[in-house]
Structures are given as structure tokens and as C-alpha cells.
């Protein structure tokens, strides 16, 4: 069977995707530098699984380290998903984010052309749609502009995985934009473990959940939305990982350069998300309307249908699942990976 480099994959949404890929009867092997995640999340997929990982410790912008890699394995495929994910840091250190997100994948490619790897999929995000798209977001929209410098990371990533490709008719690259993943694997082993105060809403929300955090803060409830909130695509990010098996899939067999939206279709506000995960959980979440963050976008969502189309991929858990998940986990794991480092 194909073996399936995943770079930064002890993270979120590599680590999952692991799960699936393994399910799905592929080898993975992983390269991380645990910047953002811990070696327990791979102990984990391989309990979950029964199955082994191959895991390298190293950075992905150290070439040599990559080389050895490609060297001792062969690899069939690679899945981006190293880089760095903080949109209000990026904003105030744009240089570390764009040297890491920037660097992982020149040298990945880099690496990938020396050992004549041609298949290669990429973590990118619904940000590179912009502020000035309509919604819902379909693929065959122009980038926009993106609103910091973590967007304008993926929006350089896609342009320069796309002139790869034009400059290597060999090399297949497939463009994953993803929506918000949220929700963990239904065994509650492996989720969500971010570093310091969330950024995001789950993780913040279960913490809250949890009693780590006192309050969470909802940002603006003034928005031209059904509820005054902001209105998102979360998908589960089970869902999403099956969408990478279905991406390997696809790869695999065909040549191709494609971007795919990796969403649900269907937007839920965030007081909805309050509202469903004190509901499905039977537990509180302390919550206060405070001011608009900067830079959010009252509304966006997918059109997935490009993705059913060429993939066979949609999603299937629902709103509910994706709350009952994310709280299995939090509650199983109250302080993330670190008590079983
Ligand atoms: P994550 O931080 O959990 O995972 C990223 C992994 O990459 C981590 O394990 C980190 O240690 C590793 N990493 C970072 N830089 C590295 C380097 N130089 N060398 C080696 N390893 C490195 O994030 P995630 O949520 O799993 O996201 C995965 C990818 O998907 C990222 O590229 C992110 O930007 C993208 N994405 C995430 C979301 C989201 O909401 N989670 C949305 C859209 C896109
Ligand atoms: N929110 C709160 N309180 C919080 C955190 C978030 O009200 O403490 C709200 C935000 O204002 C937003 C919604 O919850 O309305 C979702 O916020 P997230 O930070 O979870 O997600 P974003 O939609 O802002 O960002 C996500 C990804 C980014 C990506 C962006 C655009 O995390 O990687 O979508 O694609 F760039």
C-alpha cells in the first residue's frame, strides 16, 4: 500500500488524519518538530489504530533532516499541514510566520523534485477567499485579500504550489481549503490541544466548559446575522480528515492540480454553538457579549460541491456530534497531551 508523508502531522488535524489514513489501509509517516503538539498525539493514533507510524522529530525547513527522511522511506505522497495557524500572532511577528510557512514548503517541494516524489496535498484555508467575495465561497472564485499575515501565508503557499506545477507538468497538487474544523476523534484519545489562552472558539469554549477559563467572551453580537454573532462553517474535523484519505485517493490514480473546499455548506452562529454545546453536554458555559475582534468576517461558508463531485466526499456528523466529540475530549484530557508527556 502507498505510504503517506503527513508534514506537521502530530498536529490537530494531521494527527486525525492519520487515524483515517491508516483506517483507510495506507503506511504514514510523520515529520514534526512538536512546535505545536506533542509525541503522545502519534502514541495515541497508533493505540486508536493497532497500526505503526513511522515518527521522525525534526523541522521541516531542515532540508537535510527532510532529505533523510524521503531517504529511509519511500514516499508515495506528502500532506502539508506544518505551519504555524495564529492569526492575531501573525500579526504581530509576520516574519516568524512567514519564514516557517514559507520555508516548510520550499523545501518540501525542494526535497520532493531531488527524490521525484510527484503527489502532494496542501493545507489551505477558506482566509484566501478574502473580505471581498460573496458567500458561499466556491473554488473557482479568485483569491482575495486577505486581511493578515497568516492569510496572505496560504494565498503565497497556493501560488507557489501552483507554479510548481506549471513547472513540473509531473507534479499533482491538490489545494485543501479548509472551513473551521472543530470536534476530536469519537474515542476522545486525541483532539484539539492548543497552546496557552485558545485563539479559536471550541477549544475556548471547552475550557470554559471545563473550568480553566471563567468566561468566554463572544466577539460582537452586532453583526447582520439571524442572531447578531458571527456565522461559520465548522466541520468535524473527522470529516475533514476523510476528506484527505479521499484527496490521497484521488491523487493517487490521476494527475492533477485542484483546489478543494473542505466544508460543510452550512453556516451555525456562534450563540448556536454556546446554545448546542450546553445542550448536548448538559453543561454551562459562561458567556459575555463583548466587542467585534478585528478582522473577522461577519459570515462565511463552503460550497462543497466540488468536492462531492470529484471525490465522493461529504460530510456526515453533525452539529451535535461535532459538540459531544470536542467535550469528550476536553473532559477526558482536561490539560491536553501534557499529563501523559
Ligand atoms: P497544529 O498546530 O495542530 O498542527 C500543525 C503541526 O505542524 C504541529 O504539530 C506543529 O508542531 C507542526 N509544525 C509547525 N511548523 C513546523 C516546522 N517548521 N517543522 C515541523 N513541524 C512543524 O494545526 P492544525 O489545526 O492541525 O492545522 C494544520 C494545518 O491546517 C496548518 O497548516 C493550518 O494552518 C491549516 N489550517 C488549520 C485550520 C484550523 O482551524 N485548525 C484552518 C485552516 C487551515
Ligand atoms: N469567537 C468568539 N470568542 C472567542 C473566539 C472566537 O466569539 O473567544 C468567534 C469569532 O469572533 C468568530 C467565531 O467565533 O466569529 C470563530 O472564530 P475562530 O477563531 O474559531 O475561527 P475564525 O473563523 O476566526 O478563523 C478560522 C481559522 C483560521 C482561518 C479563518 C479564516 O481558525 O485559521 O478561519 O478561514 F484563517
Same mark, same amino acid.
Given at each position: 500500500?502507498?505510504?503517506?508523508?503527513?508534514?506537521?502531522?502530530?498536529?490537530?488535524?494531521? @494527527?486525525?488524519?492519520?487515524?483515517?489514513?491508516?483506517?483507510?489501509?495506507?503506511?504514514?509517516?510523520?515529520?514534526?518538530?512538536?512546535?505545536?503538539?506533542?509525541?503522545?498525539?502519534?502514541?495515541?493514533?497508533?493505540?486508536?489504530?493497532?497500526?505503526?507510524?513511522?515518527?521522525?522529530?525534526?523541522?521541516?525547513?531542515?532540508? =537535510?533532516?527532510?532529505?533523510?527522511?524521503?531517504?529511509? =522511506?519511500?514516499?508515495?505522497?506528502?500532506?502539508?499541514?506544518?505551519?504555524?495557524?495564529?492569526?492575531?500572532? @501573525?500579526?504581530?511577528?509576520?516574519?516568524?510566520?512567514?519564514?516557517?510557512?514559507?520555508?516548510?514548503?520550499?523545501?518540501?517541494?525542494?526535497?520532493?523534485?531531488?527524490?521525484?516524489?510527484?503527489?502532494?496535498?496542501?493545507?489551505? @484555508?477558506?482566509?484566501?477567499?478574502?473580505?471581498?467575495?460573496?458567500?458561499?465561497?466556491? =473554488?473557482?472564485?479568485?483569491?482575495?485579500?486577505? @486581511?493578515?499575515?497568516?492569510?496572505?501565508?496560504?494565498?503565497?503557499?497556493?501560488?507557489?504550489?501552483?507554479?510548481?506545477?506549471?513547472?513540473?507538468?509531473?507534479?499533482?497538487?491538490?489545494?485543501?481549503?479548509?472551513?473551521?474544523?472543530?470536534?476530536?476523534?469519537?474515542?476522545?484519545?486525541? &483532539?484539539?490541544?492548543? #497552546?496557552?489562552?485558545?485563539?479559536?472558539?471550541?477549544?475556548?469554549?471547552?475550557?470554559?466548559?471545563? &473550568?480553566?477559563?471563567?468566561?468566554?467572551?463572544?466577539?460582537?453580537?452586532?453583526?447582520?446575522?439571524?442572531?447578531?454573532?458571527?456565522?461559520?462553517?465548522?466541520?468535524?474535523?473527522?470529516?475533514?480528515?476523510?476528506?484527505?484519505?479521499?484527496?490521497?485517493?484521488?491523487?493517487?490514480?490521476?494527475?492533477?492540480?485542484?483546489?478543494?473546499?473542505?466544508?460543510?455548506?452550512?453556516?451555525?452562529?456562534?450563540?448556536?454553538?454556546?446554545?448546542?454545546?450546553?445542550?448536548?453536554?448538559?453543561?454551562?458555559?459562561?458567556?459575555?457579549?463583548?466587542?467585534?475582534?478585528?478582522?473577522? #468576517?461577519?459570515?462565511?461558508?463552503?460550497?462543497?460541491?466540488?468536492?462531492?463531485?470529484?471525490?465522493?466526499?461529504?460530510?456526515?456528523?453533525?452539529?451535535?456530534?461535532?459538540?459531544?466529540?470536542?467535550?469528550?475530549?476536553?473532559?477526558?484530557?482536561?490539560?491536553?497531551?501534557?499529563?501523559?508527556?
Amino acid at each position: 500500500m502507498a505510504k503517506i508523508l503527513l508534514a506537521g502531522g502530530a498536529g490537530y488535524i494531521g @494527527s486525525h488524519t492519520a487515524v483515517e489514513l491508516l483506517h483507510a489501509g495506507y503506511e504514514v509517516a510523520v515529520i514534526d518538530n512538536f512546535m505545536n503538539s506533542s509525541p503522545e498525539a502519534i502514541r495515541r493514533v497508533e493505540q486508536i489504530t493497532g497500526k505503526h507510524v513511522a515518527l521522525y522529530e525534526a523541522d521541516v525547513r531542515d532540508r =537535510e533532516a527532510v532529505a533523510a527522511v524521503f531517504r529511509a =522511506e519511500k514516499i508515495d505522497a506528502v500532506i502539508h499541514f506544518a505551519g504555524l495557524k495564529a492569526v492575531g500572532e @501573525s500579526v504581530k511577528k509576520p516574519l516568524m510566520y512567514y519564514r516557517n510557512n514559507i520555508d516548510t514548503t520550499l523545501t518540501l517541494l525542494e526535497v520532493m523534485e531531488e527524490f521525484g516524489v510527484k503527489n502532494v496535498i496542501f493545507s489551505s @484555508s477558506a482566509t484566501v477567499y478574502g473580505e471581498e467575495n460573496a458567500v458561499p465561497y466556491i =473554488e473557482t472564485m479568485k483569491r482575495g485579500v486577505c @486581511s493578515n499575515p497568516y492569510g496572505w501565508t496560504k494565498a503565497m503557499m497556493e501560488q507557489i504550489f501552483e507554479d510548481a506545477a506549471k513547472a513540473d507538468p509531473a507534479l499533482s497538487v491538490i489545494l485543501l481549503r479548509y472551513f473551521n474544523p472543530i470536534g476530536a476523534h469519537e474515542s476522545g484519545m486525541i &483532539g484539539e490541544d492548543p #497552546l496557552g489562552i485558545p485563539n479559536n472558539l471550541m477549544p475556548y469554549v471547552t475550557q470554559v466548559a471545563v &473550568g480553566k477559563r471563567e468566561c468566554l467572551t463572544i466577539f460582537g453580537n452586532d453583526y447582520p446575522t439571524k442572531d447578531g454573532t458571527c456565522m461559520r462553517d465548522y466541520i468535524h474535523v473527522v470529516d475533514l480528515a476523510k476528506g484527505h484519505v479521499k484527496a490521497v485517493d484521488y491523487i493517487m490514480h490521476q494527475h492533477c492540480v485542484e483546489v478543494f473546499n473542505l466544508g460543510t455548506g452550512t453556516p451555525y452562529s456562534v450563540t448556536e454553538i454556546v446554545e448546542t454545546f450546553e445542550r448536548v453536554n448538559q453543561v454551562k458555559v459562561n458567556h459575555v457579549y463583548g466587542a467585534r475582534r478585528d478582522g473577522d #468576517l461577519a459570515e462565511f461558508y463552503a460550497n462543497a460541491d466540488k468536492a462531492e463531485r470529484l471525490l465522493g466526499w461529504h460530510t456526515e456528523k453533525t452539529l451535535d456530534d461535532m459538540c459531544r466529540d470536542s467535550w469528550n475530549w476536553q473532559r477526558q484530557n482536561p490539560n491536553g497531551f501534557q499529563a501523559a508527556e
